[in-house]
C-alpha cells in the first residue's frame, strides 16, 4: 500500500496509524519486519517523517481459514457488494478469542455473508469496528478490502456517526454535555480502561432524554472510539451505565449487562460515496426496563 504522507514531524509508527488503517502495534510490527519504507528506504519507528514523504507498506499476512461457519440467526438490515449492516443482539461476542472460539459475530458472518474483507485476517474477516458483548445494536461489516480501509478510514478521521442509548444511574443535572477526557488501559487493572493522562484522545457528546429519578436515559455521540469509552466516561462523571458489571455498581437494574444499545449508523458508502444512515430500536429487555422506570 502506497501514502503520501501528509502529517510533518512526526514519528513513522504514529504517522502509519494515523494514515493507514493500521494500529500503532501493527506499524511497529511492520517496521520491524522492514516491511515499511520511506522513499524507498527502511527506517526506523522513531524516525520523523516529513510531509510529502512516500511511505509504503505491507498489510500483515494473512493465515488460512481456522473458523467455522456456524449457522447462528443474523439480523442483517442491509446489505450490498461492499458492506453489510448487522444489528448485534446482546450478549453475542463481536470475534473469536480465547474461550470464545464459536457462537461469535464472526462465525455467524461466515456462515451468512459469503465475501468478507481480509484486512483484520481469519480472527475478525469483515469487522470494521467493536462493540462489547453486552452491548447491542449497530455494527459495519465491510465485505472486500478497498471498502474495508474506505471505511475505516472513515472512522479513523472521525467522519461516521455512531450514536447510542444507555440508561444510567442518577439525575444527570444538565441537559447535555461534552465528556472530554483520555482513556487508556488501567494500572491498577489492567482488564480495565481508566481516565489517564497516558491514554489516547476521547470525547463523548451526551444528551438527556428523560430523568426517572434515580435513573436517567441519554443519547450518546461518539467522536472518538476507545475502547469501553461510553462506559469509563459515563463512570468518571459520576453516571455509570446500569447493569455494568466492570464500571457500574452491584446494586443496579436487573438485566444481562449494561443497558447501552447502539441505535444509529451513519457512513459514507465506501462505493458510491452517498451518506447512509441506520437506526435500530433497542431490545426487547432494554425496552422493558424503560417501561417500569416510567411507571415507578
Known sequence: MNIINQLGNLRLDKALAEQSILSRSQANEAIKAGTVRVNGAIKKAKYMVQEGDHITYELPQIDSLDYQAENIPLDIIYQDSALAIINKPQGMVVHPSAGHTSGTLVNALLYHIKD?????????????????????????????????????DELKKQKAHRQY???VHGNIKNDKGVIDAPIGRSDKDRK??????????????FQVLERFGNYTLVSLRLETGRTHQIRVHMAYIGHPLAGDPVYGPRKTLVGQGQFLHAQTLGLTHPDSGEWLTFTVQPPDLFQATLARLRQS
Open 116 to 152: 468478507l474483507s481480509t484486512i483484520n485476517g481469519v480472527v475478525r474477516p469483515g469487522i470494521v469496528h467493536r462493540i462489547d458483548k453486552d452491548t447491542s445494536g449497530l455494527l459495519m461489516v465491510a465485505k472486500n478490502d478497498q471498502a474495508h480501509q474506505r471505511l475505516a
Open 165 to 167: 442509548l444507555a440508561i
Open 192 to 205: 480495565k480502561q481508566a481516565i489517564t493522562a497516558k491514554g489516547k484522545p476521547a470525547i463523548t457528546h
